[in-house]
């Protein structure tokens, strides 16, 4: 698969990382195209000098938004009447908009699996073909994909976001810890297979 990583920061590096060691061909842009290209190659991975150019071709393509509404205050996450992916989707009507990867601490992007367990991997949009191919590639960085739902799932998405960055930043964990629901939960049993 290409994919286009827009940000070279630490999900942009972590998703980057994760996609090539999936065999996927990368091209990364930032802000500062320096900073993209320093990022392209710890991944090895291309880089483009604007977003624009990164994401040149992928007229229709599959937009995966991993971010989460980025203010001081957190509790604008809590507050925010519409999540970041649906809002992009407003923006964005050619393309199926997928939300992933938000709620996932950066560090944990490329080691999903804490104690044996494979941490779940929760994705949400309305397109089914869509959130398959992007189940395919949570699935291949080594998370358990769980689809939350439609598109509007995704706010309940950034609301878990929000739980972990809180307590990691209240209680001053690591920035380490990840979600595993437990009990039946259908698709797979909590332990990791393999
Ligand atoms: N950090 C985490 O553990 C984590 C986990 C899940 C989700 N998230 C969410 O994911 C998003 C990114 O987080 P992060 O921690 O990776 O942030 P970060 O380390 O600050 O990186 C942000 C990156 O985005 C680039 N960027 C900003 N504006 C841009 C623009 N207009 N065009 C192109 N590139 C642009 C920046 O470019 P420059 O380098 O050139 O400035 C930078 O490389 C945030 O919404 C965050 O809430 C973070």
Avoid at 15 to 31: K, N, W, Y
Avoid at 35 to 49: D, K, L, N, P, T
Wanted: proline letters at 5%; charged letters at 20%.
């Amino acid at each position: 698969m290409r994919i286009a990583i827009i940000g070279a920061g630490t999900v942009g590096r972590g998703l980057a990382r994760a996609a090539t060691g999936c065999g996927h061909e990368v091209v990364i842009a930032a802000r500062h195209p320096e900073h993209a290209a320093m990022a392209a190659q710890e991944v090895e991975a291309r880089s483009g000098q604007t977003a624009a150019e990164a994401a040149r071709g992928a007229e229709g393509a599959i937009v995966v938004d991993p971010t989460n509404p980025d203010e001081p205050d957190l509790s604008a996450i809590l507050e925010a009447r519409l999540s970041v992916a649906e809002e992009i989707a407003i923006l964005l009507p050619d393309n199926h908009v997928v939300k992933a990867f938000n709620t996932v601490l950066g560090q944990r992007l490329t080691d999903p699996v804490v104690n044996g367990i494979r941490l779940d991997g929760f994705y949400a949009g309305d397109d089914p073909g869509a959130k398959a191919v992007v189940a395919q590639l949570i699935a291949a960085m080594g998370f358990r994909p769980l689809d939350a739902g439609a598109l509007p799932a995704a706010r309940a998405l950034e609301h878990l976001a929000y739980l972990n960055i809180n307590l990691n930043a209240r209680k001053g964990w690591s920035w380490s810890s990840g979600r595993k629901l437990l009990g039946d939960t259908g698709e797979d049993a909590p332990r990791a297979r393999g």
